[in-house]
């Protein structure tokens, strides 16, 4: 395990300290789960806009398949 030195306001030190102690954990630990938070949060926002991207596109081909349907219904001679 690498160890990583940060820089934290005062606040954010003290309200990190103060949880940590509620949940009975190193702050460490407490600094920990909220990268692997934080982590997860980004690969759920990355797959969200993956599937609204294609979502769009086959919203885009799904009207284009529906138009064509709709010329052929309207030319009887098809």
């Known amino acids: ?3 990583v030195s940060i820089r934290l306001p ?3 030190l003290k309200e990190t300290e103060s949880r940590a102690k509620i ?3 190193p702050r460490a ?3 920990r789960r909220a990268i ?3 982590n997860r949060e980004m690969v759920a926002l990355k ?3 993956r599937l609204m991207k294609i979502s769009r596109l086959a919203s885009a081909e799904s009207s284009r398949v529906n138009a ?3 010329a052929i219904e ?3 001679s098809a």
């Open 36 to 38: 692997v938070a934080m």
């Open 74 to 76: 309207g030319d009887f």
């Open 23 to 25: 949940l009975h954990i």
């Open 29 to 31: 630990e407490y600094i």
């Open 1 to 3: 395990m690498n160890t």
């Open 10 to 12: 005062d606040d954010l």
């Open 68 to 70: 064509e349907f709709d």
């Open 47 to 49: 797959r969200r806009e």
